[in-house]
């Protein structure tokens, strides 16, 4: 048994009694989840092998499944598959300082946690720095950031910046890599890089918009990555369920995110994004049933303040792709029997001791696997350390609250 062994299996129990698999339990448990993961495999095949980015369309999945049933444990197994096949991947989950309606925050939260295959490094310093680019695709992206300048966004400037290498350009290469993880440069600093090193015929250089550089992003990103050679941009983003406790207006801004971020809209498109939702099993219920969320675009239409005609297409297409969630696949019998008997091997490599085989007779009320999984581990540990003990939980089971909390939304009234 080696130390390195040992202390991947320490990880891995830990992670699963916290109830958030990390990069140590994805890869020692099996998943059983074939369909999802094929789906997802053929999406990035898509976008690997079309030529023109422009013509690929952004694919994205929504996963939902019961508290505890395994949705954590599919993003984290996911991401290495989206690392093992050269993509760029960024796992959010949506929270309070994550909020699903602001592109800017989300498109900074997975700025931060964008990460490239064996790279240790931010995915947009790294590739900043490291300047190793696809000359023909780097004009593509040049020619795109040059027609998209006329909606505000300032991409030209950086990419002339960053298009030929200047003598003591780190500083310079540290603000486009901040404003490309969406924390925008001064203007008069692009301007004074741009005449320190003689760049000329770069277009207009203004101030921009939290809101439209945070739109820029979601679009120029995934094209950057590409020019680098990575083969697309996927974007993880966990526990969308959260977007069913902000106010009315605000949930409207966060099915319009999704559809702009699924590319379900002609007006807004991400070639080379790949999105993968996951949302409890109730979303669609509470959605309909708890908050008449179908209203929202209708609602919209009627309050006709500028922009909601707009916001009222783009939500409509957005709930709609929520509403259709695929289901996790139940485990089976014998499954759940394999993962116990990972999981007690692991417990054995991580603690140095033969785990016990637990009593077969299924005490728990629920099918989830955490809860599962948390029972077992807490089981070996007891009898760990007691060896003669006779575990007996008692599981209590936690509702979830979907009420409005204008804390998330940051709104305190509708606008």
Same mark, same amino acid.
Request: with cysteine.
């Given at each position: 048994m080696s130390d390195t062994g040992t202390n991947a299996a320490r990880r891995a129990i830990e992670a699963l009694r916290a109830g958030v698999p990390n990069r140590d339990a994805a890869s020692a448990l099996p998943l059983?989840?074939?369909?999802?993961?094929?789906?997802?495999?053929?999406?990035? $095949?898509?976008?690997? @092998? !079309?030529?023109? =980015?422009? #013509?690929?369309?952004?694919?994205?999945?929504?996963?939902?499944?019961?508290?505890?049933?395994?949705?954590?444990?599919?993003?984290?197994?996911?991401?290495?598959?989206?690392?093992?096949?050269?993509?760029?991947?960024?796992?959010?989950?949506?929270?309070?300082?994550?909020?699903?309606?602001?592109?800017?925050?989300?498109? $900074?939260?997975?700025? @931060? !946690?964008?990460? =490239?295959? #064996?790279?240790?490094?931010?995915?947009?310093?790294?590739?900043?720095?490291?300047?190793?680019?696809?000359?023909?695709?780097?004009?593509?992206?040049?020619?795109?950031?040059?027609r998209q300048s006329v909606d505000g966004y300032r991409f030209t400037p950086l990419l002339k910046l960053l298009e030929e290498p200047h003598a003591g350009a780190e500083e310079v290469m540290e603000e486009i890599a901040l404003e490309w993880s969406g924390y925008p440069v001064k203007v008069s600093n692009i301007r004074a890089a741009l005449r320190d090193f003689s760049i000329m015929n770069s277009g207009t250089v203004g101030s921009i918009t939290l809101n439209t550089l945070g739109n820029g992003l979601w679009q120029f990103l995934p094209r950057f990555f590409r020019t680098a050679g990575c083969t697309a941009w996927v974007v993880l983003v966990d526990e969308v369920e959260l977007a069913l406790r902000y106010s009315k207006l605000q949930r409207a801004k966060a099915y319009a995110q999704v559809a702009r971020l699924s590319s379900a809209l002609k007006t807004y498109k991400c070639p080379g994004l790949i999105t993968i939702y996951t949302s409890t099993d109730d979303f669609a219920t509470v959605a309909e049933d708890q908050k008449g969320d179908l209203g929202i675009p209708d609602w919209l239409r009627e309050r006709d303040k500028p922009g909601d005609q707009q916001m009222a297409r783009e939500a409509e297409a957005g709930l709609k792709l929520l509403r259709r969630g695929k289901p996790l696949r139940a485990i089976r019998r014998e499954e759940l029997d394999e993962l116990e008997d990972r999981i007690r091997d692991l417990h054995s490599e991580a603690f140095n001791w033969n785990a016990p085989v637990l009593d077969q007779k299924d005490h728990l009320s629920s099918s989830s696997i955490r809860e599962r999984v948390k029972s077992w581990i807490t089981s070996w540990d007891m009898i760990l350390q007691y060896p003669d003990y006779s575990p007996n939980l008692v599981v209590d089971k936690i509702a979830i609250q979907y009420t409005e909390d204008h804390d998330l939304d940051n709104s305190g009234e509708e606008d």
């Amino acid at each position: 048994m080696s130390d390195t062994g040992t202390n991947a299996a320490r990880r891995a129990i830990e992670a699963l009694r916290a109830g958030v698999p990390n990069r140590d339990a994805a890869s020692a448990l099996p998943l059983f989840q074939d369909d999802l993961v094929n789906k997802f495999q053929e999406m990035i $095949r898509e976008v690997g @092998e !079309s030529d023109n =980015l422009e #013509d690929t369309p952004t694919r994205s999945l929504v996963v939902s499944g019961g508290f505890g049933s395994g949705k954590s444990h599919l993003l984290e197994y996911l991401r290495h598959v989206a690392l093992e096949q050269g993509c760029v991947c960024s796992h959010l989950v949506i929270s309070k300082e994550t909020p699903l309606y602001d592109s800017l925050k989300l498109a $900074r939260s997975a700025a @931060e !946690s964008a990460a =490239l295959p #064996d790279m240790a490094g931010k995915a947009v310093s790294e590739l900043v720095f490291k300047r190793s680019f696809n000359d023909s695709r780097f004009q593509e992206l040049m020619e795109w950031s040059v027609r998209q300048s006329v909606d505000g966004y300032r991409f030209t400037p950086l990419l002339k910046l960053l298009e030929e290498p200047h003598a003591g350009a780190e500083e310079v290469m540290e603000e486009i890599a901040l404003e490309w993880s969406g924390y925008p440069v001064k203007v008069s600093n692009i301007r004074a890089a741009l005449r320190d090193f003689s760049i000329m015929n770069s277009g207009t250089v203004g101030s921009i918009t939290l809101n439209t550089l945070g739109n820029g992003l979601w679009q120029f990103l995934p094209r950057f990555f590409r020019t680098a050679g990575c083969t697309a941009w996927v974007v993880l983003v966990d526990e969308v369920e959260l977007a069913l406790r902000y106010s009315k207006l605000q949930r409207a801004k966060a099915y319009a995110q999704v559809a702009r971020l699924s590319s379900a809209l002609k007006t807004y498109k991400c070639p080379g994004l790949i999105t993968i939702y996951t949302s409890t099993d109730d979303f669609a219920t509470v959605a309909e049933d708890q908050k008449g969320d179908l209203g929202i675009p209708d609602w919209l239409r009627e309050r006709d303040k500028p922009g909601d005609q707009q916001m009222a297409r783009e939500a409509e297409a957005g709930l709609k792709l929520l509403r259709r969630g695929k289901p996790l696949r139940a485990i089976r019998r014998e499954e759940l029997d394999e993962l116990e008997d990972r999981i007690r091997d692991l417990h054995s490599e991580a603690f140095n001791w033969n785990a016990p085989v637990l009593d077969q007779k299924d005490h728990l009320s629920s099918s989830s696997i955490r809860e599962r999984v948390k029972s077992w581990i807490t089981s070996w540990d007891m009898i760990l350390q007691y060896p003669d003990y006779s575990p007996n939980l008692v599981v209590d089971k936690i509702a979830i609250q979907y009420t409005e909390d204008h804390d998330l939304d940051n709104s305190g009234e509708e606008d």
